[in-house]
């Protein structure tokens, strides 16, 4: 099949050449469609030393739709829904945006991007988008204070 | 000494490994196809024959004279056949033959170049020339043979050329694609040329079978709007808001060269065409509640059968639609509101404001759905509806400011009966009015004029008579219905037209004074007028105010047509 095909061309590629700051597990192996990236959080943000874990799970007609982002580790941050789903869904992940040629290497490079830096006028959570824009040393506060607790594990 | 023949086979010999493609006949003449790919393409300006482009002296022949200019990268072969005589080369210099597909070089240039072998032998010192020449030609060849330095800067050629040399530089271009190798961005293969597509606007590659999937699934899912190239950065390297924009979708041309299957296609188109004229506001539909089809719309023209035919300027962007015309507006060319439904198993014309079956060009309508009304208009509707009588030659509402009930139409100048609307015999208007057992008979008079202040300043009867009956004239004369300036010249006149009309007012009908009075006495106070009505209008209810002076409004037009034409003029102003 043409899907499983790319996906492990991209699992190939992505463990020759792991994007900075992700490694990239298959928690289980025969299911090439889920994968789970533990990145670290981008050097001089408020996430730098948390290490947080990604599901990527990559749809049946991927690459023709786009690869879901769950956020597995708490995250304080605008654009990550603050649920057990932890989604992010902004730029080329989004249905209308997606085009085929991306690859996973470039969602997870747009995913460190947007930690390091949020985008609150495109922001799921949209009190953390006030605050981060409002006040912003409240909102690194509570960004640090949560990968104290929830990213420091593991 | 080596023999001449011995030199020119040997030469012959080594030109076939250089040229594998080169046919040599004996040793007396070689033939090869120099292929013509200038390294920057060739500008060819396409003309139509003399013999069409004579009448271009004339006034507005400069549209007639039609040329098209066109860069071609690869032209068809140049022919070169070389016969070696006897004495060559010491001798004799060789002779060439040029000669190309279609004729596009000219004969002048052929010639020049083909006396070059020989300059060029003498040049040489007269030996083996054949090699040198054919690199020649490869160089010129290269340098589009210069014909770019002509005083027109290009080459011209009669437009029956245009064709089979854009063909042949198409086929040559695709030849080259063909043989190159490619990466599909979506598969992260390496596939041959021949199984990749190269969209046309952006040059884009990807490989046929990933394009078929993609957007096979995008018009499945009626996705349209994805069916574009698929390269993310492509039409984002512009600056500018309009970036994303610039991304349009693919000509269906583009699906079914790329082999995807004409089904698809079409429903692609269909899908695209659906989805404008949905958004479109000013789209209407068929008023058959069984079909629902929109009507036929010169904006969105119907998808032609060979779909490599559709409209090029087809594009997502859509272009705010000043210019056309609002359906809710009535229009007055009566050919804007004929509609006529798409769907060819109906085919239903009808009328865009009113929704019923075509009614012609001179019926005057509103719209179906009072609700689509502005309060301003339904008002004049309603206005017009209970103070107007429509004429019934050409439907136009007609308000009778004062006057008797022989009506001469404004705007055709037809004649008719304000109390019922029915046509008037323009010879004898009276006799509508004399005609006992109607419902007009000795009515002329008989309506409420308006409460106007010269009524109101209770002039005497005679007065309100002369008044009317001045009106009444000028009517005639004129075919006005406006209220003339009492000039005293008329009103002699008048005086001595036979009065029977006025005498019958006075008698059956009330006086202007009396009917001043009864709008302000209860109605029971009015015994003759209101038993008059009473006898013709069983209703009760009839309209208030100056609408009572026409208790029969015709129910066809109903007044509506004005209603239609106070758009006009208020769109007009």
């Given at each position: 099949m043409a899907a499983n095909k790319r996906i492990m061309k991209e699992l190939g590629d992505i463990n020759s050449q792991p994007p900075a700051g992700c490694t990239i597990n298959l928690?289980?192996?025969?299911?090439?469609n889920n994968w789970e990236v533990t990145m670290q959080g981008?050097?001089?943000?408020?996430?730098?030393d948390g290490h947080f874990k990604i599901h990527v799970s990559l749809p049946k007609d991927y690459p023709f739709k786009p690869p879901g982002i769950s956020f597995k580790t708490k995250i304080y941050h605008?654009?990550?829904?603050?649920?057990?789903?932890?989604a992010m869904c902004l730029g080329m992940l989004r249905p209308d945006e997606w085009?085929?040629?991306?690859?996973i290497k470039d969602v997870l490079a747009l995913v460190r991007t947007v930690l390091a830096a949020p985008q609150p006028d495109d922001a799921v959570e949209t009190g953390i988008a006030e605050q981060f824009k409002n006040d912003k040393a409240a909102f690194e506060n509570n960004a640090r204070d949560w990968v104290e607790r929830y990213a420091k594990g593991a | 000494m080596i023999d001449a023949g011995e030199i020119r086979e040997e030469e012959l010999t080594s030109l076939s490994s250089i040229f594998p493609e080169i046919i040599v006949q004996g040793c007396e003449s070689a033939s090869i196809d120099l292929p013509v790919s200038p390294s920057s393409p060739l500008l060819i300006r396409f003309v139509p024959p003399p013999t069409l482009s004579e009448?271009?002296?004339?006034?507005?022949?400069a549209a007639a004279y039609i040329e098209r200019d066109l860069h071609l990268s690869h032209l068809p072969a140049l022919k070169l056949k070389i016969d070696l005589p006897?004495?060559?080369?010491?001798?004799k210099p060789p002779t060439a033959h040029l000669a190309t597909d279609h004729d596009w070089l000219p004969a002048t240039k052929l010639r020049e170049l083909e006396k070059q072998i020989v300059d060029l032998w003498d040049d040489y010192g007269?030996?083996?020339i054949i090699f040198a020449y054919i690199d020649f030609l490869q160089v010129d060849a290269e340098r589009?043979?210069?014909?770019?330095?002509s005083p027109s800067g290009c080459l011209t050629l009669p437009n029956t050329l245009e064709q089979p040399l854009i063909n042949f530089d198409k086929a040559a271009k695709l030849a080259i694609f063909n043989a190159g190798t490619y990466d599909c961005g979506v598969c992260l293969e390496r596939k041959s040329g021949e199984s990749c597509y190269q969209l046309e606007r952006c040059g884009h590659v990807f490989c046929r079978q990933c394009l078929h999937d993609f957007f096979n699934d995008a018009i499945k899912e009626g996705n349209?709007?994805?069916?574009?190239?698929?390269?993310?950065s492509c039409g984002k390297?512009?600056?500018?808001?309009r970036a994303r924009r610039t991304q349009r979708p693919l000509h269906p041309r583009e699906l079914l060269a790329m082999g995807m299957e004409e089904p698809t296609v079409r429903r692609y188109v269909e899908m695209k065409r659906k989805k404008r004229l949905e958004s479109d506001k000013n789209t209407i539909y068929c008023p058959r509640e069984h079909c629902q089809h929109p009507a036929r719309n010169a904006k969105f023209p119907p998808i032609p059968a060979?779909?490599?035919?559709?409209?090029?300027?087809?594009?997502?962007?859509?272009?705010?639609?000043?210019q056309a015309p609002n359906p809710s507006k009535p229009s007055s060319d009566s050919d804007e509101r004929l509609a006529v439904c798409e769907n060819p198993k109906c085919k239903l014309a009808f009328c865009?404001?009113?929704?019923?079956?075509w009614h012609g060009s001179f019926e005057r309508c509103r719209p179906?759905?009072?609700?689509?009304?502005s309060a301003e208009d339904k008002a004049s509707y309603e206005f017009i509806a209970e103070n107007t009588t429509s004429?019934?030659?050409?439907?136009s509402p007609v308000e009778k400011t004062?006057?008797?009930?022989h009506m001469t139409c404004v705007q055709c100048g037809g004649h008719f009966c304000y109390l019922c609307g029915g046509w008037v015999?323009?010879?004898?208007?009276y006799r509508h009015f004399n005609s006992?057992?109607?419902?007009?008979?000795?009515?002329?008079?008989?309506a409420f004029p308006d409460a106007g202040p010269g009524n109101a300043d209770g002039q005497d009867i005679e007065a309100a008579a002369r008044a009317e009956g001045d009106w009444m004239f000028d009517d005639e004369e004129d075919g006005e219905n406006e209220m003339p300036e009492g000039e005293e010249a008329r009103l002699q006149r008048h005086r001595n037209e036979p009065r029977e009309p006025l005498q019958e007012i006075q008698v059956l009908g009330p006086g202007p004074q009396e009917n001043q009075a009864l709008d302000n006495a209860?109605?029971?106070?009015?015994p003759g007028r209101e038993a008059l009505l009473a006898d013709v209008?069983?209703?009760?209810d009839r309209p208030r105010g100056r609408g009572r002076g026409n208790?029969?409004?015709?129910?066809?037009?109903?007044?509506?047509a004005a209603a239609v034409r106070a758009h006009e003029d208020a769109r007009r102003r």
């Amino acid at each position: 099949m043409a899907a499983n095909k790319r996906i492990m061309k991209e699992l190939g590629d992505i463990n020759s050449q792991p994007p900075a700051g992700c490694t990239i597990n298959l928690p289980n192996e025969s299911d090439i469609n889920n994968w789970e990236v533990t990145m670290q959080g981008p050097p001089e943000s408020v996430y730098a030393d948390g290490h947080f874990k990604i599901h990527v799970s990559l749809p049946k007609d991927y690459p023709f739709k786009p690869p879901g982002i769950s956020f597995k580790t708490k995250i304080y941050h605008p654009n990550v829904s603050n649920d057990d789903r932890g989604a992010m869904c902004l730029g080329m992940l989004r249905p209308d945006e997606w085009k085929p040629p991306n690859k996973i290497k470039d969602v997870l490079a747009l995913v460190r991007t947007v930690l390091a830096a949020p985008q609150p006028d495109d922001a799921v959570e949209t009190g953390i988008a006030e605050q981060f824009k409002n006040d912003k040393a409240a909102f690194e506060n509570n960004a640090r204070d949560w990968v104290e607790r929830y990213a420091k594990g593991a | 000494m080596i023999d001449a023949g011995e030199i020119r086979e040997e030469e012959l010999t080594s030109l076939s490994s250089i040229f594998p493609e080169i046919i040599v006949q004996g040793c007396e003449s070689a033939s090869i196809d120099l292929p013509v790919s200038p390294s920057s393409p060739l500008l060819i300006r396409f003309v139509p024959p003399p013999t069409l482009s004579e009448p271009v002296a004339n006034g507005d022949g400069a549209a007639a004279y039609i040329e098209r200019d066109l860069h071609l990268s690869h032209l068809p072969a140049l022919k070169l056949k070389i016969d070696l005589p006897d004495g060559y080369p010491s001798e004799k210099p060789p002779t060439a033959h040029l000669a190309t597909d279609h004729d596009w070089l000219p004969a002048t240039k052929l010639r020049e170049l083909e006396k070059q072998i020989v300059d060029l032998w003498d040049d040489y010192g007269r030996c083996q020339i054949i090699f040198a020449y054919i690199d020649f030609l490869q160089v010129d060849a290269e340098r589009g043979f210069d014909l770019d330095q002509s005083p027109s800067g290009c080459l011209t050629l009669p437009n029956t050329l245009e064709q089979p040399l854009i063909n042949f530089d198409k086929a040559a271009k695709l030849a080259i694609f063909n043989a190159g190798t490619y990466d599909c961005g979506v598969c992260l293969e390496r596939k041959s040329g021949e199984s990749c597509y190269q969209l046309e606007r952006c040059g884009h590659v990807f490989c046929r079978q990933c394009l078929h999937d993609f957007f096979n699934d995008a018009i499945k899912e009626g996705n349209v709007t994805a069916v574009k190239c698929l390269e993310p950065s492509c039409g984002k390297d512009l600056p500018g808001p309009r970036a994303r924009r610039t991304q349009r979708p693919l000509h269906p041309r583009e699906l079914l060269a790329m082999g995807m299957e004409e089904p698809t296609v079409r429903r692609y188109v269909e899908m695209k065409r659906k989805k404008r004229l949905e958004s479109d506001k000013n789209t209407i539909y068929c008023p058959r509640e069984h079909c629902q089809h929109p009507a036929r719309n010169a904006k969105f023209p119907p998808i032609p059968a060979d779909l490599n035919d559709y409209p090029e300027s087809d594009s997502d962007s859509e272009s705010p639609d000043a210019q056309a015309p609002n359906p809710s507006k009535p229009s007055s060319d009566s050919d804007e509101r004929l509609a006529v439904c798409e769907n060819p198993k109906c085919k239903l014309a009808f009328c865009r404001v009113c929704f019923k079956s075509w009614h012609g060009s001179f019926e005057r309508c509103r719209p179906r759905d009072p609700n689509e009304l502005s309060a301003e208009d339904k008002a004049s509707y309603e206005f017009i509806a209970e103070n107007t009588t429509s004429c019934p030659e050409c439907t136009s509402p007609v308000e009778k400011t004062e006057g008797c009930n022989h009506m001469t139409c404004v705007q055709c100048g037809g004649h008719f009966c304000y109390l019922c609307g029915g046509w008037v015999d323009p010879g004898n208007p009276y006799r509508h009015f004399n005609s006992p057992g109607t419902q007009c008979d000795q009515r002329l008079f008989d309506a409420f004029p308006d409460a106007g202040p010269g009524n109101a300043d209770g002039q005497d009867i005679e007065a309100a008579a002369r008044a009317e009956g001045d009106w009444m004239f000028d009517d005639e004369e004129d075919g006005e219905n406006e209220m003339p300036e009492g000039e005293e010249a008329r009103l002699q006149r008048h005086r001595n037209e036979p009065r029977e009309p006025l005498q019958e007012i006075q008698v059956l009908g009330p006086g202007p004074q009396e009917n001043q009075a009864l709008d302000n006495a209860p109605r029971a106070a009015a015994p003759g007028r209101e038993a008059l009505l009473a006898d013709v209008l069983p209703q009760a209810d009839r309209p208030r105010g100056r609408g009572r002076g026409n208790p029969f409004v015709p129910g066809r037009a109903n007044g509506a047509a004005a209603a239609v034409r106070a758009h006009e003029d208020a769109r007009r102003r």
